[in-house]
């Protein structure tokens, strides 16, 4: 058997890609979502990862960009496995807990890529997200709660192996 290089062998790898969000609520528990410009549905603030970016890392500068708000990035909540499609790679999705957002009032929208953001009740965030999203909130307010960490395949809790 001969062994690759290693820069050979990692090129032979598969590679995905990944997406960090924030969930951040009011004094209420309502959840804070966005309605992106490019997209039809509300999400969570957060966004793409760059290539050489740490999750927590792309999970501050994310709501940075997109809120002006410099949170302190807690804890994870939540990693969501999504199957590759015709158009895109396989991508993990990563929440953190952005705490809770004493003032609304320092909010500052990214116009180039947001048009609203709405504190939005935790039982009718299905109502504005996408199912997997919705699945998200769901499993990383649990998480907060508990104090655990959920593993989800698209936007499903997966139980125990």
Known sequence: MTLLPPEQWFATLPTFLATTNAVITDGGGAVLLVKPNYRPYWTLPGGVLDGDEA???????????????????????????????????????????????????????????????????????????????????AAALAARATGGVAYLYEGVPVSPV
């Open 55 to 137: 999750p927590h890392q792309g999970c501050a500068r994310e709501v940075l960009e997109e809120l002006g708000l410099a949170i302190p990035v807690g804890r994870l909540l939540v990693v969501d496995w999504s199957a590759p499609t015709d158009i895109r790679k396989a991508f993990f999705g990563f929440v953190f807990d952005g705490g809770t957002l004493a003032d609304p009032g320092t909010i500052r929208l990214q116009a180039e890529e947001l048009d609203e953001y709405a504190f939005t009740a935790p039982d009718r965030v299905g109502d504005l997200l996408p199912p997997h999203i919705a699945g998200r909130v």
